[in-house]
């Protein structure tokens, strides 16, 4: 093939000076008599047609997951959120918002009006008290300061059949208190946690979660949206005796709550787990069956521990009684706590076994549970039954439990989920007044907050939630009790991991209470040194 060049002219030529040839199509010459070819002629242009205006941009949803309120993507620019705006909305409010308290009435103790005087001047903090303590009157005394200081209403969230608790109280201290499901009134407004969709966290001036401890589960939704709603409320107040009933880690939802360190920062500043990550989530272990499912194990890193506890004390106070603060105990003397424990044995093992053995693994105890049903609850209907007329309460974990123990028990009346919310109210209303002598319930529904001196006896089943075990017994054997309280604890022979469970997580929790009261002394106690002499600069400065 032969190579082209270019000619002076810029032409393409071939290597013999020849101009190449170019393939062109040749026409066909029209005959004379035929037709002449229509040439092709562009339609007239049509009219454009007239289209609707385009949307707005429909703006995205809100953060607050269902809260009534200012919708924090307002403002869109461009169908686009402004970044300062969004950082804005991930954002705490400022410190700087605590005040010295205007009203300190005389019905509180001299150790509850320290914790009143501490918590208003910090703004948000935590109190993580006892039961029979106070918080009750801590909590609303608070919130009536408050009111007086910023002229605003304060919301006040709690369990359900507790709210009505609350306002007899404020009746008694002659503090406003409504209880409200969406209506806001002047004053203190009291709420479950459950009606918290249904206000606009912009109409208050401080948020009190009364039981602070539902906040413990890094992924549960009411720890989400309790933390979002709060989350622009210049005074928050959080109040619970477990406040991390299970590990220390825990301790890091409060304090996200109160808008200071994030909970995945404080894991990764103070703690680490043998997975050498920050992952919060469980895991499997063994290969073969029976596999156990277990959470992640945290430790505190080889420096962090005295500073974790100190960093604790910098937003929250705890107290088991009056002297943990140098004040005289009084009458904050509890009553002897005597514990029985009863162990039931199966009619029959379980299938595939000789005899009993202990369970293993959540499968197991669900299986030995259910086998012990019957057995269990007579045992629980039998030690009931024996205190005749005097108050008690038996607390269950299956409804087929609290179905047997109803009928087992003469006059017992079941407090159960699938009763409306005006039924447990008025249910458990009815056995704080001593109207019922029996009740069988669920911890779940009303083991918090609940006000029971009245009633010195009560039967549970085994159970690993240390909290709902504590919370259970505290609210009988709490300060103002006269009485021995007696727990009768009722287990099957299968068992015992469950309850060797229990005594190490609340060893556990008594090693937290002493931390943080010894690190909180040493921060109530300790005196900033004054320096009286003059800095000597030197010249050449």
Known sequence: MARKKKAEGGEPVSENGEAPKVATRRRK?????????????????????????PAEPEPRASALSGFRGEDPWSGLVNGHRPYESFIDGKSHSADGCGFEPLWVPDFLFDFQSFLLDWNLRHGRSATFADCGMGKTPLALVYGENVVRKTDRPVLLLTWLAVAQQFVGEGEKFGIEVRRT????????????YQQLHRFNPNDFAAIICDESSILKNCDGKIRGAVNEFMRRAPHRLLLTATAAPNDFPELGTSSEALGYMGHMDMLSKFFKNDRNTVDTRGHWRGHAAPRQYEGPHWRFRGHAEEPFWRWVCSWARAIRRPSDFGFSDGAFTLPPLVEHEHEVKGRAPRP???????????????????RTLTERCEMAAALVTAKHDEPSVSWCHLNDEGDMLEKLIPGAVQVS???????????LTAFSAGQIKKLVTKDVIAAYGLNWQHCAHMTSFASHSYERHYQSVRRFWRFGQKRPVVVDHIMSDGEQRVL???RRKGAQADEMFDNIVRYMREAIHMQRRTFTREVEVPSWL
């Open 29 to 53: 010459k029209a005959s004379p008599d035929a037709e002449p070819t229509p040439v092709a002629t562009e339609p007239a242009p049509e009219a454009e047609p007239e289209w609707p205006a």
């Open 181 to 192: 499901s969406g209506p806001v009134f002047a004053g203190i407004n009291v709420t479950n």
């Open 352 to 370: 595939g076994m000789l005899f009993a053995l202990p369970a293993v693994g959540l499968k197991e105890e669900r299986e030995e549970r259910r």
């Open 417 to 427: 989920g699938k009763d409306s919310d005006e039924e447990k109210v008025e249910k």
């Open 500 to 502: 060797a469970n229990l």
